[in-house]
């Protein structure tokens, strides 16, 4: 089986060779390659490496975890129409085993791949050789690691994509050799092709003017940018574009910026930046070969040099232990004193700083924002005041230009008290409905609640109520706000009056004898009113009654009505049949003509019979009837047919309810038609 032969190679690489890491571009998830769903893609050539376990559902085990990211490459996709992929991967060799996986990344860190299963989509890991993927013909469900002779499918099912959704499609190589492939998309319903154009959104010149920074709107491919530049142009022609490079493309395939260096420094003034196609034939490309407009053009200005001023605040949230600061130019990180000391807070009560730093510094060195770290989060309303000072590095702040931002420059900002959800009730209890009032301080300018009650009740009021009928335990929680800070809390409340009444009894009694009655009932501070049928009553929780004789069977209806500390009733009612006497007796004949009297041939008054067991035999020893309930009686048929008239032989089995002697009688009857 394939899961073998990867087992052994495995022990065989960390034996002898060790395997490398996966580090080419393209086989890592984060460095996956942008596809679209109109071209191609050719892998000429795929690097020996592995660097991490799989997990392939349905297939991935304890005892087998020989599934791996062997000689990979991750292609990443966006669907942009919901319906289903289908894709072809053909191997530039006839001999060679690919496998593949998909996984849905949406929201997730490419790498989560590796760690969270969820992900997985589908795969096809057969060991069969040659073409593989997912068509309308693929087998359903995920096809397992195998031998080539096995001739396991080799396509899946074509998988649901999903709109707005991103995708990666894992493709390994299990054999260790160069041989490529080609992947092509197609056969599906699903879209995968961006439908729309990358657009020139933003640009903005350095400090010194000789340089322009250019954001797009969307990821272009890295080797549509021609390295001379001379895809951009700027008018007024103060200066010419030498070269264009692509901000992370030592890394990456694609990327929505670039650094644009001029011929030149600009004068302080009003420019705009143009596209064009550049040497290579094109203007810029993304992974559907969408291309910039050549009419597109974008304006900025270059100002002249002078201390940048501390803009704004990014709006501080509840309890804040951070600040913060956005600049319209870039700042030099390294002027940022560590320890916060650039930076003071006066305000309604002491604050102090801690440390400061810019926020995602750029390889130069250079953040649009830094982020003040306060000692303590504010957790007291206030009104605060940020202000910049030099610092224990010997200055305030300096911009990309070396401009400081003058000492003295001061935010406002303010904050509200923190909030406490908690809450107290009080319990009025009922016999039909409980109720339960709710209260909430509202301190901290509370100016709104949202309150779950438990019985589909909730309320916006700050002292609700809630009213109950079924007794046990509620859950009753609460949201509030000040429009600022929010807290929640949950309690739950014990509604401990739930109230029945119930008693067991033997239904079979004997006269004169006592009757036990045992209690069932459920609630708080019970109180007892039996009433036994016979003008008897008892306030006992578990009471004995002795009922008098009487010629024949007597039924009687027993009442239990309990009263809990609420003041609050319920009763039940059960039967008792009370019999003339408690010997048993058999007859000796009966007549089983349908008239009522005497049809059946049964033991009487067995009432304290446990383990009873009636047997009858005909006169050859044939056993004609059987039965363990001493009320059920023969009517002298065997099946559906009459038996005649005749003597019959019984055996009677029993042990005595009171002594638990075991009992034992035999005789005759005489069946009589």
């Given at each position: 089986m394939k899961a073998a032969l990867l087992s052994v190679l495995l022990f065989l690489a960390a034996t002898l060779l060790s395997r490398a890491q996966c580090n080419t571009p393209g086989q890592t998830p984060s460095t996956a390659f942008p596809v679209c769903g109109t071209s191609v893609f050719q892998q000429t050539s795929v690097p020996v490496c592995s660097s991490h376990q799989l997990f392939v559902p349905g297939c991935s085990n304890s005892s087998n975890s020989s599934y791996e990211d062997k000689n990979p490459f991750w292609y990443r996709f966006t669907c942009y129409q919901t319906g289903t992929l289908g894709f072809l991967i053909r191997p530039l060799a006839g001999n060679e085993d690919y496998d593949w996986q998909l996984y849905d990344i949406t929201g997730h860190n490419p790498d989560d791949v590796f760690t969270d299963n969820t992900l997985v989509v589908t795969a096809n890991w057969s060991g069969t050789y040659g073409n593989t993927g997912a068509s309308s013909s693929g087998v359903p469900g995920i096809q397992c690691g195998s031998d080539p002779a096995d001739g396991f499918p080799t396509f899946a099912a074509m998988p649901t994509i999903i709109v707005g959704h991103t995708y990666l499609l894992l493709i390994s190589h299990f054999s260790d050799s160069?041989?490529?492939?080609?992947?092509?998309?197609?056969?599906?319903?699903?879209?995968?092709?961006?439908?729309?154009?990358?657009?020139?959104?933003?640009?903005?010149?350095?400090?010194?003017?000789?340089?322009?920074?250019?954001?797009?709107?969307?990821?272009?491919?890295?080797?549509?940018?021609?390295?001379?530049?001379?895809?951009?142009?700027?008018?007024?022609?103060?200066?010419?574009?030498?070269?264009?490079?692509?901000?992370?493309?030592?890394t990456n395939f694609?990327?929505?910026?670039?650094?644009?260096?001029?011929?030149?420094?600009?004068?302080?003034?009003?420019?705009?930046?143009?596209?064009?196609?550049?040497?290579?034939?094109?203007?810029?490309?993304?992974?559907?070969?969408?291309?910039?407009?050549?009419?597109?053009?974008?304006?900025?200005?270059?100002?002249p040099k002078f201390p940048t001023p501390m803009d704004s605040l990014v709006p501080v949230a509840c309890a804040p232990n951070q600040l913060r600061l956005v600049f319209k130019k870039l700042m030099m990180c390294t002027t940022v004193a560590a320890d916060g000391s650039d930076f003071v807070v006066n305000g309604t009560y002491p604050v102090t700083v801690a440390g400061a730093s810019g926020v995602n510094c750029t390889a130069d060195g250079l953040s649009k924002e830094i982020v003040v770290t306060l000692a303590a989060p504010l957790e007291r309303a206030g009104t605060f005041s940020l202000v910049l000072r030099t610092?224990?590095?010997?200055?305030?702040?300096?911009?990309?230009?070396?401009?400081?931002?003058?000492?003295?420059?001061?935010?406002?900002?303010?904050?509200?008290?923190?909030?406490?959800?908690?809450?107290?009730?009080?319990?009025?209890?009922?016999?039909?409905?409980?109720?339960?009032?709710?209260?909430?301080?509202?301190?901290?300018?509370?100016?709104?609640?949202?309150?779950?009650?438990?019985?589909?009740?909730?309320?916006?009021?700050?002292?609700?109520?809630?009213?109950?009928?079924?007794?046990?335990?509620?859950?009753?929680?609460?949201?509030?706000?000040?429009?600022?800070?929010?807290?929640?809390?949950?309690?739950?409340?014990?509604?401990?009056?739930?109230?029945?009444?119930?008693?067991?009894?033997?239904?079979?009694?004997?006269?004169?004898?006592?009757?036990?009655?045992?209690?069932?009932?459920?609630?708080?501070?019970?109180?007892?009113?039996?009433?036994?049928?016979?003008?008897?009553?008892?306030?006992?929780?578990?009471?004995?009654?002795?009922?008098?004789?009487?010629?024949?069977?007597?039924?009687y209806t027993v009442r239990l009505t309990i009263t809990d500390s609420f003041q609050c009733q319920k009763s039940v009612d059960q039967p008792v049949i009370i019999y003339s006497s408690c010997l048993i007796?058999?007859?000796?004949?009966?007549?089983p003509n349908n008239d009522g009297k005497n049809d059946r041939f049964h033991v009487l008054n067995a009432v304290k019979a446990e383990d009873f067991e009636l047997m009858i035999f005909n006169r050859w020893g044939q056993l004609v009837f059987r039965t363990r309930n001493w009320k059920e009686g023969w009517d002298g048929r065997i099946g559906n047919k009459d038996q005649g008239t005749g003597v019959y032989v019984w055996s009677l089995r029993y042990s005595d309810r009171d002594t638990k002697r075991k009992m034992e009688q035999k005789g005759t009857m005489v069946l009589i038609r």
């Open positions: 160069q041989s490529g492939y080609n992947l092509s998309f197609g056969g599906g319903t699903g879209v995968i092709t961006d439908p729309n154009v990358p657009r020139l959104r933003s640009a903005e010149a350095n400090c010194g003017g000789d340089m322009i920074r250019l954001k797009l709107s969307k990821n272009v491919f890295c080797n549509t940018i021609s390295a001379d530049g001379s895809e951009f142009y700027i008018t007024p022609a103060a200066a010419t574009a030498v070269s264009a490079t692509g901000v992370r493309c030592t694609d990327t929505d910026s670039l650094l644009i260096q001029l011929s030149a420094f600009l004068n302080p003034g009003n420019y705009t930046l143009h596209i064009r196609k550049g040497t290579d034939g094109n203007t810029l490309l993304d992974y559907c070969n969408n291309a910039v407009p050549e009419t597109d053009a974008i304006p900025f200005v270059l100002l610092g224990t590095d010997g200055n305030t702040i300096l911009n990309e230009c070396g401009e400081p931002t003058p000492a003295g420059a001061t935010l406002t900002f303010s904050v509200k008290d923190t909030v406490n959800a908690d809450f107290t009730y009080a319990i009025g209890y009922g016999c039909a409905t409980d109720t339960v009032r709710y209260f909430h301080s509202g301190a901290n300018a509370v100016n709104s609640w949202r309150w779950t009650l438990d019985e589909n009740q909730q309320s916006t009021q700050q002292n609700p109520t809630g009213l109950y009928t079924i007794f046990n335990q509620k859950k009753a929680t609460l949201v509030v706000t000040n429009g600022f800070c929010t807290d929640s809390a949950a309690r739950d409340i014990q509604l401990i009056n739930f109230l029945k009444a119930g008693f067991s009894v033997l239904k079979d009694n004997c006269p004169a004898e006592q009757v036990p009655f045992h209690d069932a009932s459920i609630g708080v501070g019970l109180t007892y009113d039996w009433n036994f049928g016979d003008g008897a009553r008892s306030d006992s929780a578990n009471p004995h009654h002795a009922y008098l004789s009487s010629p024949r069977e007597r039924f007796a058999v007859p000796n004949a009966f007549t």
